[in-house]
């Protein structure tokens, strides 16, 4: 059974697919490193390349096509989408949102040390970034295909990560993941 993940930046979306590829033997596709990719080529931050969408929606529709064709040649697999849209376009999958409180969000922000993330030294700067970036993707996600990406009963499972360690985490999602796969043999 295919997995979805998305959810708020910095929320560990990541981290918790590195643990499900590392424990249980699934395979990632980040969909948001593409994207992050192709604004790193065009010289603009993820923010500046979520306007860019807005006003050119051509890029997304390119993911979200390779998306959908992707979850269905690989229905029934061991693969994670680690993708904004994901658990729309794969809609035969465990979907999962991970949450993060914002003050959260932002100190993980500011203090991430991995390559290719853009770096804060002020946490106001980052705040306003990370919003503003968050607001650009729900605005241009409803414009372009009608969903609510902020609408939790679009997911099988809503995690909040802010106060629980990523392997804690990680396992309540892989006895969720179980269950959920369990209900669907029904």
């Known amino acids: 059974m295919l997995i979805t993940l998305t959810g708020k930046p910095c929320s560990g979306k990541s981290t918790l697919a590195g643990h499900l590829v590392n424990d249980h033997g699934f395979t990632r596709i980040g969909v948001g490193d593409m994207f992050k990719d192709e604004a790193k080529k065009r010289g603009m931050s993820a923010e500046e390349f979520n306007a860019l969408c807005a006003s050119d929606p051509s890029y997304d529709y390119f993911l979200d ?40 969000m932002v100190r993980r922000l500011v203090t991430s040390d991995r390559t290719g993330k853009e770096k804060y030294d002020d946490a106001v700067e980052a705040k306003r970034t990370l919003l503003n970036r968050r607001k650009l993707e729900r605005d241009r996600y409803k414009k372009l295909y009608n969903i609510d990406i902020d609408d939790l009963s679009n997911y099988d499972l809503v ?17 969720a993941y179980q269950e959920f796969c369990k209900e669907e043999k029904k």
């Open 159 to 175: 995690i909040d990560t802010s106060d629980e360690p990523a392997d804690v985490i990680a396992e309540k999602v892989w006895k």
């Open 65 to 104: 096509e390779k998306t959908a064709k992707m979850g269905k040649e690989l229905e029934g697999q061991k693969y994670i989408f680690d993708a904004r849209l994901a658990w729309h376009f794969v809609p035969k999958s465990f979907k999962i949102y991970v949450d993060v409180r914002e003050d959260e």
